[in-house]
């Protein structure tokens, strides 16, 4: 990208920031290396993919570079500050100006059919049950063996672990970047298989049963 365009979309960004911090998150865009990281297991046949938060389209733009089709790309952008920009960038995309939390009732595939979704989403600063809704929403649109991906600058995945569990989701950290500002790491949130469902649910059971065993099981008195 051109110094100039980078630093437009950068004063861009930070202005968005200043009138909305928490739904900005971010007083700058991603930078490259975050933007190659998050799509790196991005190929053309995941196509169609979703990308929640754009912004000013760094990752659209990498996921292009990965070679997805303009046309199998939906960009879900709650800033209205953002949409006119990705609109001129990005013409043969679907942009929609939207909540992500909304994904499920806005009905825009026949079924599961998106390889994969990008999330720039600032999922630290939402409620646990706004982050159950996207990711809940997204995964009726994901086919079988697909994924969503989300980036963080916090230590751990940003998913609370109960929420993975509720919606049977496993997260596995795939790549960090030092290269960002701040510096970021990449998970990948995919269904559990049938059998890790069975060994998380048995281990739920013997916790259970553990609770109860003779120390505290007032019947062996
Ligand atoms: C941290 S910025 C990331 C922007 C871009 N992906 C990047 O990495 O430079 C978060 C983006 O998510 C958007 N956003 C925040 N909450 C949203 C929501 N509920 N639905 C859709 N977009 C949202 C913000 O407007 C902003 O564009």
């Known amino acids: 990208m051109r110094t100039d365009a980078a630093f437009s979309d950068f004063v861009h ?3 968005s920031w200043i009138s909305n911090p928490l739904r900005v998150a971010s007083v700058t865009p991603s930078g490259e290396s975050l933007a190659r990281l998050i799509t790196k297991e991005i190929s053309p046949m995941d196509g169609p993919v979703i990308e929640l938060g754009p912004g000013t389209g760094v990752f659209t733009r990498a996921l292009l570079a990965r070679g997805v089709a303009p046309s199998d790309l939906t960009l879900i952008e709650y800033g209205p500050e953002f949409v006119p920009g990705l609109q001129r960038r990005f013409p043969e995309a679907r942009i929609l100006q939207m909540d992500a939390a909304k994904l499920a009732q806005a009905h825009l595939f026949d079924g599961d059919e998106v390889g994969a979704v990008i999330s720039g989403l600032p999922l630290l600063s939402m409620s646990p049950r706004k982050v159950t ?7 009726a649109y994901i086919r079988q063996g697909g994924a969503f991906y989300q980036f963080t600058y916090g230590p751990r995945c940003p998913v609370p672990r109960p929420i993975l569990d509720r919606l049977g989701l496993k997260a596995v950290h795939i790549g960090h970047t030092v290269r960002n500002l701040p510096p970021a790491a990449v998970y990948r949130i995919s269904r559990r298989k049938p059998l890790e469902l069975v060994r998380e649910r048995s281990r739920e059971r013997s916790e ?3 609770v ?7 019947s062996a008195h």
Request: hydrophobic share 55%; net charge negative; aromatic share 16%.
């Open 13 to 15: 960004f930070f202005r």
């Open 133 to 139: 809704a996207i990711l809940g929403g997204a995964f």
């Open 208 to 210: 259970a049963e553990a």
């Open 212 to 218: 109860v065993l003779p120390g505290n099981d007032n």
